[in-house]
């Protein structure tokens, strides 16, 4: 059974940071592209940071220079360091992850966190 479980959300006054972890287990996580993703009600869920097998690194334009995606392949662990938090950096986070790192697109991954909620106050 795969699960992927994120921690660290939270409620951050805007300028500051936050850290975000997702630990998978049930797959052969070093061989999985993943990514981390955000949804506000009524808004589709979209890309924020994804990481290759090999370590390579996307941004969406919003978050380049403040976020930053990183991944332990000896603990099957992801995360997002993120920096410099905006009120609209406000959603539920989600970690998610691909076989196949082709696409930012969410209907591209096969695997889905539960989410973490990040809330950013001005």
């Known amino acids: 059974q795969v699960q992927l479980v994120e921690s660290g959300g939270g409620s951050v006054q805007s300028g500051g940071s936050l850290k975000l972890s997702c630990t998978a287990s049930?797959?052969?996580?070093?061989?999985?592209?993943m990514g981390w993703f955000r949804q506000v009600p009524g808004k589709e869920r979209e890309g924020v940071a994804r990481?290759?097998?090999?370590?390579?690194?996307t941004y969406a334009d919003s978050v380049k220079g403040r976020f930053t995606i990183s991944r332990d392949n000896a603990k099957n662990t992801l995360y997002l360091q993120m920096n410099s938090l905006k009120p609209e950096d406000t959603a539920m986070y989600y970690c998610?992850?691909?076989?196949?790192?082709?696409?930012?697109?969410?209907?591209?991954?096969?695997?889905w966190g539960q989410g973490t909620q990040v809330t950013v106050s001005s």
């Open positions: 990481i290759y097998q090999d370590g390579s690194t």
């Open positions: 998610a992850a691909t076989a196949y790192c082709y696409s930012f697109r969410p209907d591209a991954y096969v695997y």
């Open positions: 049930g797959i052969s996580y070093a061989r999985y592209c």
